[in-house]
């Protein structure tokens, strides 16, 4: 495993680590800048995949991995299923407000290293133990972060930088075991965090339109998803349907994510159950309450996962085992009729 | 006399340290129904937002994540979790709410882990999330949190938020920005706030039928009294009745004691 501190270390800079969390991913701004001159697409191109090929094209063993959306929110379902299903190892993960992502990922045994925010919750629903045990078990290596250290770790990516200064973690021993590093503004001599850059190999983001090039409309908050987006070398958008290129020309300023950011295309509809996709569909809480009931034991948890993920050929199979239309149509009024 | 429990005596204790026309930002649970009832009794035009982007909704009922779409149906706005931290950071945000595993007599908290080997720990909670963030750049932070000893204790197993941490200036010397810390602990036995000169916890008032003694007997470590120790108020009628049938009435957080 290669870490960033040690790379940091043979600078002749003086720098004051604030903790002794590894650096995960290279937060150098002229690889970026290289990286992105020579493998980012600028034609306007169609991207439309499968998430089949998307995952077997753009995601490999060891690659470092950030999720868009929120946890059980607007996230990539289709395509963390199929890292689970090809036995993806290894890969890093930008824990950032995640939760039942993390907890797919963690099942699959996918992740050995994470960079945290938040895991192994799935807030007001109560800890995953499955991925409780997991973490407990030492076999994930973890830097500590918070929620908008992340966000802006992806965002001095986004900028083209190598870090930001930021006020938070500042004293605690959540910085202790960060990889941030202390720092005093030159112009005020204020104390800050300098956190570095977060560019993953890999972005996957769902979104609720996008055309054949990847130009994507997100409706709601987009959480830190314009960032990530900018900041993921590897790109792949799944989206709810796809649209023509003529609805996006339209209304140009919703366009969140242009398509020179995009690597892949996927329309995967209902994409972000049992996650809830603003405006689409809520949560189907059910369903997330059974997950975690069957990680109480690991027979139990085994079945689960066949039946729902290994014993099905697609995401469309997922949903046929969970209900198909008749059980989504009751989370599509569960969200536009609003709950009463 | 009101029958209540615990929850909703929380909950209406904190609704009214919510100041009208100020922002608060708030996660599930608690905390969320203590803004939803301040907005409907004292403070109609109390700001919520919500980390990952909502910002002023109306609520139609208790959002599961944070970032679900109740966390902006009908809001004023749908933004992004770095434009809210922002907001914090630039010092808009009057108020938060965390709660934590551990807490000390400084207002740190422990929402990370317990035990000693950070790589393999013995009980792995779900680390900082939000909570460091809106605990360091928030003017005001307060806590909706059981009390007993094994919570408030002398010393925690890892700061994930800081409170005042080691004591007066520890915030300043750290870096954080001066004037924002812990600013009141609302537990089942009485309301905490924070001695302006040491920082520390000081009991300034005790609920109803609680006594000075159970409040020692559930802490871990030593608490100052103001000097005119008063009887918290318990909830009134009204707050109840707002708390039941509009904030909460399937009881999803009230139910929970």
């Known amino acids: ?262 690597d892949a295309v996927v329309e995967v509809p209902f994409g972000s159950y049992p996650g809830n996709m603003p405006y689409e569909y809520f949560s189907d809480e059910d369903h997330l309450r059974d997950w975690m009931k069957a990680e109480n034991d690991p027979h139990t948890l085994k079945d689960f996962l066949e039946r729902h993920i290994y014993g099905v050929k697609d995401f469309n199979g997922y949903l046929d085992a969970i209900g198909g239309i008749a059980r989504l149509q009751e989370l599509r009024n569960l969200e536009t009729l609003v709950e009463k | 006399m009101m029958e209540y429990n615990n929850m909703e005596l929380m909950i209406c204790l904190a609704s009214r340290y919510l100041e009208d026309d100020s922002i608060v930002v708030v996660g599930t649970g608690a905390p969320c129904a203590a803004a939803m009832l301040a907005q409907k009794i004292y403070s109609p035009r109390l700001m919520i937002m919500f980390e990952a982007g909502g910002i002023g909704p109306l609520l139609p009922s208790m959002p599961i994540s944070v970032g679900d779409s109740r966390t902006f149906y009908r809001a004023l706005g749908a933004s992004s979790m770095p434009d809210i931290m922002e907001t914090c950071q630039r010092g808009l945000v009057d108020y938060t709410f965390l709660g934590g595993a551990q807490i000390d007599c400084y207002g740190n908290i422990n929402s990370t882990m317990i035990g000693d080997n950070h ?33 408030f204790t002398e010393k925690i197993d890892f700061i994930t938020t800081p409170g005042y941490l080691t004591g007066p200036g520890a915030r300043e010397e750290a870096g954080l920005p001066p004037g924002s810390g812990p600013y009141k602990v609302i537990t089942n036995l009485c309301v905490i706030g924070f001695d302006d000169q040491i920082k520390k916890m000081k009991v300034e008032s005790i609920h109803p039928g609680r006594t000075r003694e159970e409040i020692i007997e559930n802490t871990g470590f030593e608490l100052l009294w103001v000097d005119e120790l008063e009887e918290s108020e318990p909830p009134r009628k009204e707050e109840l009745d707002i708390l039941r049938n509009e904030v909460d009435p399937y009881r999803y957080i009230i139910g929970r004691e």
């Open chain 1, 1 to 262: 495993m290669r870490y960033y501190n040690d790379l940091m270390k043979e600078r002749r800079v003086t720098y004051k680590p604030a903790g002794k969390g590894k650096i995960f991913t290279d937060p150098d701004a002229d690889r970026a800048r290289l990286y992105f001159r020579d493998q980012k697409p600028r034609k306007m191109t169609e991207k439309v995949t499968t998430v089949q090929n998307a995952v077997s094209e753009m995601i490999n063993d060891g690659d470092y991995v950030g999720v868009g959306g929120f946890g059980a929110n607007r996230i990539p379902t289709a395509v963390l299923h199929e890292i689970v299903r090809r036995k993806k190892k290894n890969l890093g993960l930008a824990g950032h407000t995640a939760t039942h992502d993390f907890q797919i990922l963690v099942a699959g045994g996918c992740i050995n290293r994470c960079d945290i925010a938040y895991i192994v919750g799935l807030e007001a629903r109560g800890l995953s133990k499955m991925a409780r045990r997991a973490v407990e078990s030492g076999s994930i290596e973890l830097t500590e972060w918070t929620n908008a250290a992340v966000t802006w770790r992806y965002k001095a990516a986004a900028m083209g930088l190598s870090f930001l200064p930021v006020r938070c973690m500042l004293g605690t021993d959540t910085a202790k075991y960060s990889g941030a590093v202390e720092m005093e503004c030159p112009f005020t001599g204020a104390k800050y965090l300098a956190v570095p850059a977060l560019y993953p190999d890999v972005g996957i983001i769902h979104v609720h339109r996008c055309d054949v090039y990847g130009n994507s409309q997100i409706d709601g908050i987009l959480i830190a998803d314009q960032d990530l987006a900018r900041a993921a070398k590897r790109l792949i958008i799944t989206t709810e349907r796809l649209i023509p290129n003529e609805v996006i020309r339209r209304e140009p300023a919703k366009t969140v994510i242009p398509y020179y950011l995009v």
């Open chain 2, 119 to 151: 790589q393999a720990p013995k009980v792995r909670f779900p680390g900082s999330g939000g909570a460091n963030d809106l605990g360091s750049l928030c003017w005001k932070t307060m806590m909706i949190t059981p009390q007993d000893k094994r919570r």
